[in-house]
């Protein structure tokens, strides 16, 4: 008897593409470092956020999805890289790291407009004791915009720095996603 005839569509498989060393090697790289950076600030960002006391939560969870979501996501990619995965699982890993960037700098961008808004959307509002008295006034000016939020220095402290943190992050985001572009086309 012959043996069964291969199945040409299960061996004909390009194998993997990619550019970056696998193991620990692949962190001396620059994308590799970037990579890292984007796993730690994101990380800032997200622990900033989540330690504010969230006045506008609908454009804070933006922040934190975004924070949270790719802090995993590049984790997992920083994770296929360093134990070698990314080698036996066929596809075009120059394209989806592109792909990958391209979609965190779109999102984090956001979130940091987001964020910006939040932090700059602080009226000036504070809170005084009367003098020769036990009670306490709250001053608010007029507001300018549409959002308006309280914020004590401390709070307002660490919502610029998240602020600040979420602009690093889409800046390693987009320095990846142009040096992954570079890899793709080459």
Known sequence: ??????????????APTISLPLGLPVLRTYSGALVLL??????LVWILVASSNVPVPLLQGWVMFVSV???FMSSAY??????GLADRINTDWNFLD???HFLAVLFYFAAFVLEAAVTAANGGGYVTILPNSTETVMCIPYPHSNI????????????VAATIFS???TLCYGCSMIMGFKRWRA
């Open 1 to 14: 008897m012959s043996e069964p005839a291969a199945n040409p569509a299960a061996t004909s498989f390009p």
């Open 38 to 43: 984007e796993i730690i600030f994101g990380g």
């Open 69 to 71: 979501t790719s802090f």
């Open 78 to 83: 920083l994770t296929l890289l360093i134990t």
């Open 98 to 100: 592109v792909f990958y």
């Open 148 to 159: 308006f939020t309280v914020m004590n220095g401390k709070q307002y402290s660490i919502n």
């Open 167 to 169: 602009f690093v992050v």
